[in-house]
């Protein structure tokens, strides 16, 4: 079931949920240790050991909790599988914001982000979003540490500051997450994410408001 809202000076969140593995549990900046982490075999660290993703080499430390189960399935992409679930869900919601949301050229408003590497640093995940240090979301029982500055991505937001920093003012990104949790009938520890993103000017919001006012007259 997808949930989508898009609403003026906001930012809409729309999640992908895939009852077989994929579940999405609630808003980013809560806390997320709700629930028990799940009991996991940590990847051995020897010292000086390193963990190779993606392409790249990630020193281990005190701080690193990545499990091999987990770092078998980043990277699988499920959502851009032609014909996979996920990536019909995400297929007809690009439809309807390519439709929906449009430029005076008649363009599409909105561009699409969803080959975005899953690892992220700290600062992207946490700080770019203004969660503060002692947050409990931070914790290492609820996130999955590569290091004590890199991290799976926890929340596809973790790309917004780079995104608006880039000059995009309305988009759309889609990604495979990771938190740590217990599994069971609605919970898994991967699952996946869409959210949109749009910036206003002063002038459209008070525009926005002067024609909801209106509207109630």
């Known amino acids: 079931m997808v949930g ?52 790249k080499s990630y020193p281990q430390d005190d701080h690193s909790n990545l499990t091999q189960k987990v770092l078998a399935r980043v990277g699988r992409n499920l959502h851009n599988q ?7 869900i995400k297929e007809r919601v690009k439809d309807h914001f390519y439709k929906q949301y449009v430029g005076r050229s008649r363009t599409p408003l909105f561009s699409v982000h969803d080959n975005l590497s899953p690892v992220v640093t700290t600062w992207q995940n946490f700080d770019s979003l203004l969660i503060p240090a002692e947050h409990p979301s931070r914790k290492k029982g609820d996130n999955y540490y590569l290091n004590r500055t890199h991290m799976l991505r926890a929340h596809t937001s973790a790309h917004q500051w780079d995104l608006l920093h880039a000059g995009l003012d309305a988009f759309l990104v889609v990604g495979d997450v990771y938190r740590r949790d217990q599994i069971d009938s609605q919970h898994y520890p991967v699952f996946h994410q869409l959210e949109a993103v749009r910036l206003f000017s002063k002038h459209e919001v008070s525009l926005e408001m002067f024609l909801i006012i209106e509207g109630c007259h």
Not at 82 to 88: F, G, R, Y
């Open 4 to 55: 989508s809202a898009l609403r003026r000076g906001s930012h809409a969140y729309v999640y992908l949920v895939s009852k077989a593995s994929h579940i999405s549990r609630g808003h980013q900046h809560q806390a997320w240790g709700s629930r028990p982490a799940a009991v996991e075999c940590v990847a051995q660290r020897a010292p000086g050991s390193v963990v190779e993703l993606l392409g």
């Open 82 to 88: 032609q014909h996979h679930p996920l990536w019909l």
